[in-house]
């Protein structure tokens, strides 16, 4: 089975019954835990934190609005459709049809609006690589909402922005130095004028 049927797979078994949040149903080694970067030796709150923060990030990058937000209906994450009138949670099946009756569309229009956007993210997802790149040893990968990952350790965009400025200046200190050294290494300048 290709990476995408088995993402796609995946997905739409998570938006069964309630949504995909109690309770937190993927292992650390999950084909989307892998597929979205989820550190895997976080603690499984933070993980499960993680996993749909960067789930949800990459929903709202899916081009088609009808799509997505039909996604986000399956997935409980519309704020709109979370509970009835009652303020009870509403499972997949009463989602889906309170969705379409806002919509004035049938259930089944709902339900292949889910199935392409899964689809469609899934492919997304099978074409980025299996593991972010690697910065000195450690996995880099970007977040949601200004956050960057090193090693599993949440950077603040700023503090990557320090990071950079210092990576930038020491490789310049280093080329000033190399420039230094060939020159007085070939007599093209020196630093101490020899004794005529």
């Known amino acids: 089975m290709e ?4 993402l796609a797979k995946r997905l739409k078994e998570l938006r069964i ?31 499960e934190d993680e996993f749909k923060g ?13 799509e997505r937000e039909a996604l986000l209906v399956a997935y409980n994450l519309h704020p709109g459709y979370k509970k009835s009138a009652d303020g009870k949670d509403l499972d997949l099946d009463r989602r889906r049809i309170r969705y379409a009756q806002a919509l004035g569309r049938e259930k089944k229009t709902i339900i292949r609006r889910e199935d ?16 972010p790149p690697l910065v000195f040893g450690r996995r880099f ?7 960057y990952l090193i090693g599993g350790r949440p950077m603040a965009k700023s503090h990557a922005r320090l990071f950079g ?6 490789a310049f200190i280093v080329l000033v130095m190399a420039i230094i050294y060939i020159g007085a290494a070939t007599g093209s300048f020196y ?6």
């Open 3 to 6: 990476r995408a049927d088995i």
């Open 54 to 66: 960067r789930l949800k990030y990459r929903i709202d990058q899916l081009d088609n609005e009808p």
């Open 17 to 47: 019954g309630m949504g995909w949040f109690e309770p937190f149903p993927l292992l650390p080694d999950d084909p989307l835990c892998v597929a979205l970067h989820v550190y895997k030796g976080h603690p499984a709150a933070r993980r």
């Open 116 to 131: 392409s956007a899964i689809d469609k993210l899934a492919q997304e997802l099978a074409l980025e690589p299996a593991a």
């Open 165 to 170: 400025c210092a990576l930038a200046f020491v």
């Open 141 to 147: 990968t970007r977040k949601p909402h200004n956050v």
């Open 191 to 196: 630093i101490i004028k020899p004794n005529p």
